[in-house]
């Protein structure tokens, strides 16, 4: 009995020590000193981005008993995009590194994807996170990072170069047309959550000695084999001979397919090969066939590495596995689910995480300690006369 009572003595004695080196400004608070993250694995609903925190504790003795919490937001242009929070962590002295996984719902990607278009094609990540320690009388440690991410979907597609459109059928000769250039542009005027328009032109000559009567362009477009946009423009067209006509396609992409475009991206290590297929209906003499203007397709491939890190953490195809069970909060309005991990090293995954600083174009963190409670033209020249059936 003697024994517990001077155990419980100790303990209270403890405990005043560590209050008055609090009042006193004795001891520091646990700071975040790097952060790592990776994408860890993907499923047709959820993306698992892996974070390695590492965290500072300058006193003498470890925290922990519920006496250190981590809040963190991961946002893509001021999008939400995950947020997650984990209590209790205990930390000893000096760094510690601390493994969380966070789950990302895949319907973030279209709200996130109409930012990116309305900024030119540019996005800031970023990353707010802070450390409160309860035990240390609530003092937090405020830490903000952003990283820019830029693409350049459409920059090929403006061209000048001057090439031939044959239509491979028997009662015409080829080339039946040529295109002199050909421009492209997002329409960002009429950029909606469920559209992403694109104004597309071609200038096109018509070298025969009569005229084409061009009746639908139409179009298909593809990131990595899914087909975010197809359709064909409703006015028509007609070509005359030896002059040079612009086309307007006015196409589309559809963003609620964006997010089986996204699973796609990470599948193949973060790059998709973007393809624009166009048609030509034409009518002529009672007849009406289509042309494949295959001189003209256009295809760009687009590469990111968001965390600055895919040489690292490779992402690709995988087998199903179960997500860890965090406690912790996910993204908005998601849940849990089997998803397809990536190969990537092992590492010990608990709930929750954020993601990385990175290194890219931009990139700043700026921290913030506060002491206040828990608080978070041309024309080619070709005259010759066949048996077009176009007459």
């Given at each position: 009995m003697g024994t517990l009572k001077t155990v419980g003595v100790l303990l209270v004695v403890a405990a005043a020590a560590v209050g008055g080196s609090v009042a006193l400004g004795v001891l520091g608070t646990p700071g975040v000193e790097s952060v790592d993250n990776h994408f860890a694995g993907v499923s047709n609903q959820t993306t698992t981005v892996a974070t390695a925190l590492t965290v500072n504790n300058p006193n003498p003795v470890g925290v922990q008993l519920g006496g250190v919490g981590i809040n963190y937001t991961i946002s893509m242009n001021g999008v939400e995009m995950a947020r997650g929070a984990k209590q209790g962590v205990g930390i000893g002295t000096g760094n510690s590194t601390l493994q969380f996984s966070t789950e990302m719902q895949n319907d973030r990607i279209p709200p996130w994807w109409v930012t990116h278009i309305d900024n030119g094609e540019t996005t800031t990540v970023g990353i707010d996170s802070a450390v409160t320690s309860s035990t240390l009388g609530g003092r937090s440690v405020s830490v903000s990072q952003e990283r820019t991410i830029e693409t350049d979907l459409l920059g090929q597609f403006n061209a000048t170069e001057t090439r031939p459109v044959e239509a491979d059928q028997p009662?015409?000769?080829?080339?039946?047309?040529?295109?002199?250039?050909?421009?492209?542009?997002?329409?960002?005027?009429?950029?909606?959550?469920?559209?992403?328009?694109?104004?597309?032109?071609?200038?096109?000559?018509?070298?025969?000695?009569?005229?084409?009567?061009?009746?639908?362009?139409?179009?298909?477009?593809?990131?990595?084999?899914?087909?975010?946009?197809?359709?064909?423009?409703?006015?028509?067209?007609?070509?005359?001979?030896?002059?040079?006509?612009?086309?307007?396609?006015?196409?589309?992409?559809?963003?609620?397919?964006?997010?089986?475009?996204?699973?796609?991206?990470?599948?193949?290590?973060?790059?998709?090969?973007?393809?624009?297929?166009?048609?030509?209906?034409?009518?002529?003499?009672?007849?009406?066939?289509?042309?494949?203007?295959d001189s003209i397709d256009y295809q760009q491939e687009i590469e990111t590495d968001i965390f600055g890190n895919k040489a690292q953490y490779p992402t690709g195809n995988g087998t199903s596995a179960e997500p860890d069970d965090g406690s912790g909060d996910e993204s908005p309005d998601g849940d849990e689910e089997t998803e397809t991990p990536t190969p990537t090293p092992t590492e010990t995954e608990t709930d929750d995480g954020l993601l990385s600083d990175g290194e890219t174009e931009t990139e700043t963190a700026t921290a913030t300690e506060t002491e206040t409670t828990e608080t978070e033209t041309a024309t080619p020249t070709e005259t010759e006369t066949d048996d077009g059936l176009l007459g």
């Open positions: 009662l015409v000769s080829d080339p039946v047309l040529y295109i002199n250039e050909t421009r492209g542009a997002w329409d960002q005027g009429n950029l909606t959550q469920s559209e992403t328009p694109l104004d597309l032109g071609f200038d096109v000559y018509n070298p025969k000695p009569y005229p084409y009567t061009i009746t639908k362009v139409g179009y298909t477009i593809r990131m990595n084999d899914v087909t975010v946009g197809e359709g064909e423009t409703d006015r028509g067209y007609v070509l005359s001979p030896g002059e040079e006509t612009t086309l307007e396609a006015n196409t589309a992409i559809q963003n609620e397919n964006l997010d089986r475009w996204w699973v796609s991206h990470l599948q193949r290590n973060q790059r998709t090969d973007l393809y624009i297929d166009f048609y030509l209906v034409l009518e002529g003499g009672g007849e009406q066939f289509r042309v494949d203007l």
